[in-house]
C-alpha cells in the first residue's frame, strides 16, 4: 500500500494532461479552439479571463457578458499523450492536432470566434 507522501509525489511528478480544448456557446454554437500543454490550466485561464472581462477574444468576451457563465461549455476535444522521450518538444504535435481541429469544425464567421485562415499564407 503506497503512503500518502508517495501518492502526492507521483502526483506532483505526473505530467498535466495536454491536447486541444473548445469554448462553445451554447446559445448560438459558435466555438473557439485553443491548445495547451496543460488542458485544466488553460481552461481555468480561460474561465477566469472571461470572469474579469479580460479575455482578448472581444467577440467572446461579449457573448460571455451577454448570456452568461452558464450559457458555455469548456471541453477537451483531444488530448496528447507524454512524449516517450523526455526531451521531446510536443509543441508541433500540439500544433498540427490544433490545427485539424480547426479545419474540422471550421469556426470561423457565424460558426465560432476565429478569423478564417488567409489564403496563400
Known amino acids: 500500500m503506497s503512503s500518502r507522501a508517495e501518492l502526492k509525489r ?5 505530467p498535466p494532461p495536454m491536447g486541444v ?6 446559445v448560438h454554437g459558435k466555438v473557439l479552439v485553443g491548445s495547451s500543454l496543460n488542458l ?3 481552461l481555468n485561464r480561460v474561465r ?4 474579469m472581462g479580460s479575455h482578448p477574444c472581444v467577440e467572446l468576451q461579449e457573448d460571455w457578458r451577454r448570456h452568461g457563465s452558464d450559457s458555455f461549455s469548456f471541453e477537451v476535444l483531444d488530448e496528447l499523450r507524454p512524449p516517450e522521450d523526455p526531451g521531446a518538444d510536443p509543441k508541433e504535435e500540439l500544433r498540427v492536432l490544433e490545427a485539424l481541429w480547426l479545419e ?8 465560432g470566434y476565429h478569423r ?6
Not at 477566469?48 to 470572469?51: H, T
Not at 474540422?104 to 460558426?111: D, K, T, V
Open 116 to 121: 478564417p485562415p488567409q489564403v496563400g499564407t
Open 40 to 42: 485544466p490550466g488553460a
Open 21 to 26: 480544448f473548445a469554448v462553445r456557446c451554447q
Open 104 to 111: 474540422r469544425l471550421q469556426p470561423y464567421g457565424e460558426a
Open 10 to 14: 507521483a502526483y506532483k511528478e505526473k
Open 48 to 51: 477566469f479571463q472571461l470572469d
